[in-house]
């Protein structure tokens, strides 16, 4: 039992479970920002398109409600709002990530000198030139 609790300790304090927690609160957050700029600044405009007509309110009516039976429909209306959601976020996502890469390999190139390279690529890189110069002189011994 105390290796699970520690286990556990491990799993919570290390980051795993802080990072994860970061993501959710990032991506609950930014949730709203895309669902407001779906209904307050795509849907309008898309909305003056088909004369005024919301899209949440289009549904196709399989059967009418009555006092009795409630009304049976196919909201298709927020099927396609629900489609301009996901696209809007995952091309969001994509051009961050693009971003995001872009920066990385210039981070990661020990030669580029107009961002600052992490400690950990610096070091195998000069690992990697020390090696490169121990072969050219042990290549050199050899054909003497």
Same mark, same amino acid.
């Given at each position: 039992?105390?290796?699970?609790?520690? /286990?556990?300790?491990?799993?919570?304090?290390?980051?795993?479970?802080?990072? @994860?927690?970061?993501?959710?609160?990032?991506?609950?957050?930014?949730?709203?920002?895309?669902?407001?700029?779906?209904?307050?600044?795509? @849907?309008?405009?898309?909305?003056?398109?088909?004369?005024?007509?919301?899209?949440?309110?289009?549904?196709?009516?399989?059967?009418?409600?009555? /006092? *009795?039976?409630? *009304?049976?429909?196919?909201?298709?209306?927020?099927?396609?709002?629900?489609?301009?959601?996901?696209?809007?976020?995952?091309?969001?996502?994509?051009?961050?990530?693009?971003?995001?890469?872009?920066?990385?390999?210039?981070?990661?190139?020990?030669?580029?000198?107009?961002? /600052?390279?992490?400690?950990?690529?610096?070091?195998?890189?000069?690992?990697?030139?020390?090696?490169?110069?121990?072969?050219?002189?042990?290549?050199?011994?050899?054909?003497?």
């Amino acid at each position: 039992m105390k290796s699970f609790v520690q /286990e556990f300790k491990n799993f919570a304090v290390k980051g795993n479970m802080i990072d @994860m927690a970061v993501g959710i609160i990032i991506g609950t957050a930014f949730n709203n920002v895309v669902n407001t700029l779906v209904k307050k600044v795509v @849907m309008p405009p898309l909305s003056l398109l088909t004369d005024d007509v919301n899209l949440v309110d289009k549904r196709y009516v399989l059967r009418e409600g009555t /006092e *009795e039976v409630a *009304e049976v429909a196919i909201g298709y209306g927020e099927l396609l709002e629900v489609l301009v959601d996901f696209i809007i976020i995952a091309l969001t996502i994509f051009v961050v990530i693009k971003f995001i890469n872009r920066f990385k390999k210039k981070a990661e190139d020990p030669k580029n000198k107009t961002v /600052e390279t992490p400690k950990n690529i610096e070091l195998l890189s000069n690992i990697e030139r020390l090696l490169e110069e121990q072969n050219t002189v042990l290549k050199n011994k050899s054909t003497k």
